[in-house]
């Protein structure tokens, strides 16, 4: 038998913006790297839009998963782990992830999927773990809302299971969605009840991209911030990804160990 060769594919949904792509995701990536020396680390990113874009506009050629592994093959690596830094199971995952891995299954000697971040039960409240690190501060009065993504996929419920979870800690902290339940006016209702006149808003992705500069922070009328501030509430922002705190990129370090574990892999 041939010797092992061993690869990591961090996968993404990817970014334009280069400042976040090297602070949310290069630093999820170097910190997978460096916990598993004797993997070569590559990147994918899902979103086809973006590849595009990087393509035509900077000359920056990104591949998908599907693109990645097929060149891993033709490599001779034996041994893929493929560790999305999603957040939720959804569409980006099972269709773009999952179902472009399962051809190549065989292909490898063994392939392995990580899970995103919000999966099993013990993952919400790791999850409510780094989100509580990242807190600043809070006096009565005062909440954070952060700012998800959101699908018109079955995995949105993923988002209010980590509510529920928020909630147990007694965590004056908001999840709200810009394409999904929960949606702004529905935070707006829950800040209100809470009492809380003091917003600090953060994204609630990996990255702090186009959504949480515009949707969420943007001068726009129509950003989270606008409509916050016309409602009454102080609003500060914190443009900074998910991938920008340690203890999230820790999360995917653990999920890739779990994947090498073959019950808890994917695939
Ligand atoms: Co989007």
Not at 127 to 136: D, H, M, N, R, Y
Request: aromatic content about 8%; proline content about 5%; some cysteine.
């Amino acid at each position: 038998m041939k010797e092992a060769k061993r690869g990591i594919l961090v996968t993404s949904f990817g970014t334009t913006y280069a400042d976040t792509r090297a602070t949310a995701i290069e630093t999820c990536e170097n910190t997978i790297a460096s916990a598993f020396p004797d993997f070569t680390v590559r990147r994918s990113f899902t979103s086809y839009m973006i590849i595009k874009r990087l393509r035509l506009r900077d000359g920056i050629e990104i591949p998908t998963p599907e693109e990645a592994l097929k060149s891993m093959l033709g490599e001779g690596f034996t041994e893929v782990v493929v560790q999305p830094l999603h957040i939720i199971p959804g569409e980006e995952f099972h269709e773009k992830i999952v179902k472009k891995a399962i051809p190549y299954k065989s292909r490898f000697n063994t392939l392995r999927i990580g899970r995103p971040l919000l999966f099993y039960e013990r993952d919400y409240q790791e999850v409510a773990a780094g989100i509580k690190a990242q807190l600043p501060g809070l006096n009565p009065g005062e909440g954070v809302v952060f700012v998800g993504h959101g699908t018109s996929h079955p995995a949105n419920a993923c988002y209010s299971c980590l509510q529920s979870f928020l909630q147990d800690e007694d965590l004056p902290v908001f999840i709200g969605n810009v394409e999904g339940y929960p949606e702004i006016d529905r935070v707006i209702k829950r800040l209100k009840k809470a009492d809380i006149k003091e917003v600090t808003l953060m994204p609630f992705m990996l990255v702090a991209g186009d959504h949480a500069r515009k949707d969420m922070a943007g001068e726009d009328e129509s950003s989270w911030k606008s409509i916050l501030e016309r409602e009454g509430f102080k609003v500060e922002v914190y443009l900074h990804g998910l991938g920008e705190n340690e203890a999230f990129r820790l999360m995917y370090v653990d999920r890739v160990k779990d994947a090498l574990n073959e019950e808890a892999s994917c695939i």
